[in-house]
Nanobody, 126 residues
Framework: QLQLVESGGGLVQPGGSLRLSCAASVLTLHTYAIGWFRQAPGKEREGVSYISKSGVSLVYADSVKGRFTISRDNAGKTMYLQMNSLKSEDTAVYFC???????????????????WGQGTQVTVSS
């Protein structure tokens, strides 16, 4: 059973950076596509970024394009979300998620994913 654990959240000023990590419990990480999601208070969970099993295909939400970078280290069983130029509207709990489905039609839709981490809080405030 795949388990995911996020880390790296915290309080940062607007314009600052954070790097989130997501550690996986399995050696077969290369068989899972990974997504990062976030959920702000009172709002629905939204997709932030996606990386395919091979790492070749990347998808970003329009709200984070040019600021966030997703990456993965299959050998190290860790996924990353580098977040730069952070804004107050980026404040949310961030989750990593994984799926081993053969076909992923909507990479930023939460329903595509079967495994979730517990989340890490990111607060952007001066």
């Amino acid at each position: 059973q795949l388990q995911l654990v996020e880390s790296g959240g915290g309080l940062v000023q607007p314009g600052g950076s954070l790097r989130l990590s997501c550690a996986a419990s399995v050696l077969t990480l290369h068989t899972y596509a990974i997504g990062w999601f976030r959920q702000a208070p009172g709002k629905e969970r939204e997709g932030v970024s996606y990386i395919s099993k091979s790492g070749v295909s990347l998808v970003y939400a329009d709200s984070v394009k040019g600021r966030f970078t997703i990456s993965r280290d299959n050998a190290g069983k860790t996924m990353y979300l580098q977040m730069n130029s952070l804004k107050s509207e980026d404040t949310a709990v961030y989750f990593c998620a994984a799926t081993d489905r053969m076909v992923i039609r909507t990479p930023l839709r939460p329903g595509e994913y079967d495994y979730w981490g517990q989340g890490t809080q990111v607060t952007v405030s001066s």
